[in-house]
């Protein structure tokens, strides 16, 4: 298995290893940085798919998850996360994005374990790539809670299921 800890693209190995640092559960758990990593393929894909600039889904891959206390509901981890980012920003951890962005990573963290669906295309983006990961957790994605007609998809969102199913059999939870 590649290292979870590795960011695909070097601008984002300083946000990667901050939240290493902040992250408290197993890395090799539902919500940990193996799950990151294929929100980052997700979000690259839906991006690619819908035209959408995809830094701040990429972002929001290695941020959105990085504060949980637990691995169950943790109503509290989206905000921690929202508030992550912020310290991240001031201490010039992020890449550079404009004010705007940044206000959409800060809304994509805070909002993405609701049943929100309308929203500015970068934050679908960010929050279906989450959702598309959900057969980690047993559930196969519901089209109809996906925003962007790109992860509604079937070929999308049968190779979204195939990463977490291969994950899951390499565990030997599947
Ligand atoms: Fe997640």
């Not at 962005?101 to 994509?108: E, K, P």
């Amino acid at each position: 298995m590649a290292d979870p800890w590795h960011s695909p693209d070097p601008l984002l190995q300083p946000l990667l290893d901050a939240s290493r640092e902040r992250f408290v559960l197993d890395p090799y758990g539902y919500h940990g940085p193996v799950h990151w990593q294929r929100v980052y393929l997700n979000a690259s894909l839906i991006c690619e798919g819908e035209g959408i600039d995809s830094l701040v889904p990429r972002c929001f891959a290695f941020l959105h998850d990085s504060c949980r206390l637990d691995e169950h509901i943790d109503a509290g981890h989206g905000a921690r996360a929202a508030e992550f980012a912020m310290g991240l920003r001031e201490q010039g951890v992020l890449p550079p994005m404009s004010d705007e962005r940044f206000d959409l990573l800060v809304y994509a963290c805070r909002h993405h374990s609701g049943k929100l669906q309308e929203a500015e295309p970068e934050v679908m983006a960010c929050w279906d790539a989450d959702r598309l990961d959900l057969l980690r957790v047993g559930i196969v994605p519901d089209p109809r809670r996906l925003c962007t007609p790109f992860a509604r998809l079937e070929e999308t969102i049968d190779g979204a299921c195939k990463r977490a199913m291969d994950w899951l059999e390499d565990r030997g939870w599947a």
